[in-house]
Each structure stands twice: as C-alpha cells, then as structure tokens.
C-alpha cells in the first residue's frame, strides 16, 4: 500500500501538542476549520480552500484515539472510492515531542490501489532509473 | 480526490492485459506481435490495448519498416506521482504551520525545524 510518512520534532511537551491536534479552536488555527471530538467513531468535517484536488470539504470518521499517542482518523473527499486513513503518533522525547504522520490507502478507480502499479511497473529497475532520471530532470527544469 | 490526468492512468491499467503489457514494455521496446505471443490473443485485441495505453499517455509508438515498435513512457506515470507528490507538499506545509503556531501560542521566536518526508508504494 502507498504510505506516505511525515516525521517532525516540536520543541514542546506532547501534552501541548496533542491538544494542538486534539482541540477544534486550536487545530483550525495551524491546519483547517472543522468540528472535530477526539472520540472514537465521531464523524466530522474539515473545510479549507478547494483546489484541483479537492473541492475543499473532507469528511472524516475518528478511528483510534490514545491520549497524547496516537489519533487516527479516515478522510474522504468528493470521491467517496477515495478514502484514506491519517494516523499520527506522538512521541515524547526529551526536548520535545516527534510527531510522526502516515497518511496511507490511495487508490486510483474503482478501488484499483496505487501501489499494485507503481510497484509492478516499478520493480522493473529499468522503469526505476528512467523513472528518476524523469523525474529529477524535471525538477531541474522547475 | 484524483484528479482527471491521473484517472486516466488508473483506467488505463485497470485491465490485466494492459497492465502486463506495460510490464513487458519496462524490459524494452517491443512489437505488438511479440507482445501477443503469450497471451494467446489476437493481434488485433492487443493492438487495441495498445491504442488505449498509447492514449493514456504511458506507451509511445514508432514504425520501424513494416513493423511499428511500441515503448513504455515512464514520464507518463507523472500525473500520478504528482498527485501524491501534493499530499507530501501539503503535509509538510500544514506540519510547519503547526510548529509556527506553537511558537507565537508561547511567545518563542518562529524557529526552523527538519521536516522528514518519506513516500512509500
């Protein structure tokens, strides 16, 4: 399955930053507005700015909620074959607090996951290297 | 959440022959007759998987002689690598908004922080 992974340290208590995740007035401050309850099978909305990914409403359901550890929760835009789950850990370390974000389940049409072709056509390391070489070339151009 | 470009894609290889078509391709270019030989299909179905993979985007075509010789355009898995590019760009952002957020909420100067992206498939 397609995962993408996210890892940054704050330089606060994890109490601090999982009521930054967790409390509805602070999460629309840094991320979007939304009517969100750290409760296990509670569904909610976020509202942001619509682009040509999204039409700017995600429907969600909680999923997982350990206090000041993990907060999981799945996500649906317009395309309701499309959900994905968003699941972040906390850790708490000396200096602070490392959040870690998994954002995994995208699918193409009709369920169809992406992975199943990025890694058949990706195990051919041929496709690989030109792949890359694409790739970073055009992000030179960029 | 996909948006069109990258639809297409998903379309295109939704159907196994095409799929296997186009791993076969990842190995080299190839005639539409060479592809045929192991699926025991006519060389007609295959060239018409062939025209909708070269619509997509992920195939390309050129004749050679009699014979037109097909090759896998990797740069046409783009759109999809885009899409979920988007999502690494977007968390990263959302993610350094969220550290500026704790900074001002407790009267600390807005500091730089490292931000690990990783995208597995």
Same mark, same amino acid.
């Given at each position: 399955?397609?995962?993408?992974?996210?890892?940054?340290?704050?330089?606060?208590?994890?109490? &601090?930053?999982?009521?930054?995740f967790?409390?509805? #007035?602070?999460l629309?401050?840094?991320?979007?507005?939304?009517?969100?309850?750290?409760?296990? $099978?509670?569904?909610?909305? =976020?509202?942001?700015?619509?682009?040509?990914?999204?039409?700017?409403?995600?429907?969600?359901?909680?999923?997982?909620?350990?206090?000041?550890?993990?907060?999981?929760? &799945? #996500?649906? $835009?317009?395309?309701?074959? #499309?959900i994905? &789950?968003? &699941?972040?850990?906390?850790?708490?370390?000396?200096?602070?607090?490392?959040?870690?974000?998994?954002?995994?389940? =995208?699918?193409?049409?009709? $369920?169809?996951?992406? #992975?199943?072709?990025?890694?058949?056509? $990706?195990s051919?390391?041929?496709?690989?290297?030109?792949?890359?070489?694409?790739?970073?070339?055009y992000?030179?151009?960029? | 959440?996909?948006?069109?470009?990258? +639809? *297409?894609?998903?379309?295109?290889?939704?159907?196994?022959?095409?799929r296997e078509? /186009?791993i076969? %391709?990842?190995g080299?270019?190839?005639?539409?007759?060479d592809?045929?030989?192991?699926? *025991?299909?006519?060389?007609?179905?295959?060239?018409?998987?062939?025209?909708? %993979? *070269? +619509?997509?985007? %992920?195939?390309?075509?050129?004749?050679?002689?009699?014979?037109?010789?097909?090759?896998?355009?990797?740069?046409? %898995?783009?759109?999809v690598?885009? !899409? /979920?590019?988007?999502?690494? *760009?977007? !968390?990263?952002?959302? /993610?350094?908004?969220?550290?500026?957020?704790?900074d001002?909420?407790?009267?600390?100067?807005?500091r730089?922080?490292?931000?690990?992206?990783?995208?597995?498939?």
């Amino acid at each position: 399955m397609s995962k993408l992974r996210i890892e940054v340290t704050y330089p606060y208590p994890v109490s &601090t930053v999982w009521q930054a995740f967790t409390d509805p #007035s602070q999460l629309k401050q840094w991320h979007m507005d939304n009517n969100f309850i750290p409760k296990v $099978g509670h569904k909610f909305q =976020f509202h942001g700015t619509a682009n040509r990914y999204w039409d700017g409403i995600l429907n969600c359901e909680v999923i997982e909620v350990i206090d000041n550890k993990k907060l999981s929760y &799945t #996500s649906c $835009g317009y395309d309701k074959d #499309s959900i994905t &789950t968003i &699941t972040y850990t906390f850790v708490s370390l000396k200096k602070g607090t490392k959040v870690i974000l998994e954002h995994t389940g =995208f699918k193409g049409v009709g $369920g169809m996951m992406l #992975s199943k072709i990025i890694v058949a056509l $990706g195990s051919q390391i041929l496709l690989r290297i030109r792949l890359k070489k694409y790739l970073k070339k055009y992000r030179e151009q960029v | 959440m996909t948006p069109l470009n990258a +639809e *297409k894609i998903f379309r295109a290889i939704a159907h196994p022959i095409r799929r296997e078509i /186009l791993i076969r %391709l990842a190995g080299g270019e190839k005639t539409a007759s060479d592809l045929a030989e192991p699926h *025991k299909v006519s060389f007609a179905a295959i060239s018409q998987q062939l025209s909708g %993979l *070269k +619509e997509s985007g %992920l195939v390309s075509e050129r004749r050679d002689g009699r014979s037109r010789i097909y090759r896998l355009r990797p740069e046409g %898995l783009k759109p999809v690598t885009d !899409w /979920l590019e988007y999502f690494e *760009k977007m !968390w990263a952002s959302k /993610l350094n908004d969220l550290g500026n957020f704790l900074d001002k909420k407790h009267g600390n100067k807005l500091r730089k922080r490292k931000i690990h992206v990783k995208t597995s498939y």
